[in-house]
């Protein structure tokens, strides 16, 4: 596979995530993981993302019964689209660019 295809797959795993967060990027990554090492890390580095912030999201989920989590929330759905799309330059650009603050789980 060449170069470029491995970058602009690596960097679709994360624009697709905004329109298909769950299918999408699984159906690239376990396609393509075996061919590419750049795109099975990106995936990986996806998909951990993903349960982080998922867990993130239902800790300010319940502190919205002490009224914090409302701002934990709105932090968190900012962050979120920030952190894809910093994510998505970096895989274009050839980075193997890593999530802070989220568990590495795969």
Same mark, same amino acid.
């Given at each position: 596979m060449e170069e470029k295809d491995e970058r602009l797959l690596?960097?679709?795993i994360y624009l697709i995530s905004f329109f298909f967060p769950l299918? @999408?990027?699984l159906v690239i990554w376990l396609i393509k993981k075996n061919d590419s090492d750049y795109i099975d890390h990106h @995936?990986?580095?996806y998909f951990n993302f993903l349960i982080s912030f998922t867990v993130y999201y239902i800790i300010g989920f319940i502190l919205t019964f002490v009224?914090? @989590?409302?701002?934990?929330l709105i932090v968190l759905g900012i962050a979120t689209i920030v952190l894809t799309i910093i994510a998505a330059i970096k895989a274009y650009e050839g980075d193997r660019y890593r999530f802070p603050l989220i568990f590495r789980l795969l």
């Open positions: 690596a960097m679709v299918i @999408g990027p @995936g990986r580095e009224l914090i @989590g409302i701002l934990v």
